[in-house]
């Protein structure tokens, strides 16, 4: 192992007594990263890879899930389904071990669904949840797991569901507001998807406008080769069944426009700078621990 004095991941990590694990961190202060979104396959499509490669490097990964997708559409009529939210639960059980990572964490909100899925009338809804109480059960996860690394949706949500909205609100302000805690979060990232990627997605059928839902490549803090995880991120891909059935948009791709588009997704992964509290040794970084305080050594 490198010695963690002199690793580029931690030029900045702070001198301490405490012995290392065999790891080569602080043992009462292990690298986490904690990741929080809306819906079952959010998290497939966004950071599998980026998940999968932490927990194979030992890091702790927590991933929140504010919804269990209720008002999700089947895309496979071939499935019987009496209750969906407990299905796209099981879904993302399956996808989460299909990462490497543990089981989620849910905070019981309704999806608000969209079109004419919108719930409009649920209190539990997450567009209709305060934002302040949604931040509070953030902030308590925080302070329980004391994250490092806080990776949630960018400002425009990917494609701007309401409830990745009210997600990426919520986290951002969770990372500010716990700024006090003895072990406060060190870094916050946005999922980023750069004009170019933007573009391609608009070729095949979306209707996202790369100069609204884009970052310039400059806006790019991290850029993650997830390629080796190609297989795993399929495969958490697939266990969403209801969402990727052959009603789905992929499902209905011809494919060579399917393989193209997994080519975009599946390859790499993009996070743009949310917040830090740990200096940044260098621009863009090396990975998503890089320069952050206290961790002794994560092989970014």
């Not at 490097?57 to 997708?69: D, E, F, I, P, Y």
């Not at 719930?119 to 953030?138: S, W």
């Not at 490092?148 to 949500?157: A, K, L, N, S």
């Amino acid at each position: 192992m490198p010695d963690p004095r002199h690793s580029p991941s931690s030029i900045n990590a702070t001198d301490t007594d405490t012995p290392e694990t065999p790891f080569g961190y602080r043992s009462d202060y292990p690298p986490t990263l904690l990741a929080v979104f809306a819906h079952p396959d959010d998290e497939a499509f966004s950071v599998g890879g980026t998940l999968a490669h932490y927990a194979e490097k030992g890091v702790r990964v927590v991933l929140v899930c504010a919804t269990r997708g209720e008002a999700g559409k089947i895309t496979d009529p071939s499935m019987t389904v009496t209750d969906l939210g407990a299905q796209r639960e099981q879904e993302l059980r399956n996808a989460c071990d299909a990462l490497g990572i543990p089981a989620p964490i849910f905070l019981d909100y309704h999806d608000s669904g969209r079109a004419e899925r919108v719930r409009h009338d649920d209190p539990l809804a997450l567009m209709n949840v305060d934002v302040f109480e949604l931040e509070g059960k953030i902030r308590a996860i925080i302070e329980e797991v004391q994250p490092q690394i806080i990776v949630t949706f960018d400002p425009h949500g990917g494609y701007g569901h309401i409830d990745h909205l009210q997600v990426h609100r919520a986290t951002s302000a969770a990372f500010f507001s716990t700024g006090h805690l003895p072990k406060p979060p060190q870094r916050l990232y946005f999922t980023a998807l750069t004009h170019a990627v933007a573009e391609q997605i608009g070729r095949f059928g979306n209707d996202l406008d790369p100069t609204v839902y884009g970052v310039s490549d400059k806006s790019v803090v991290v850029r993650m080769d997830v390629g080796r995880y190609t297989d795993r991120k399929k495969a958490a891909l697939a266990a969403h069944g209801t969402q990727m059935g052959p009603e789905s948009r992929m499902g209905q791709m011809p494919p060579e426009q399917r393989e193209a588009m997994e080519r975009v997704f599946l390859g790499g992964e993009n996070f743009s700078l949310g917040g830090s509290r740990a200096s940044v040794p260098r621009y863009p970084l090396g990975g998503l621990f890089d320069g952050v305080d206290f961790v002794m050594y994560v092989d970014d």
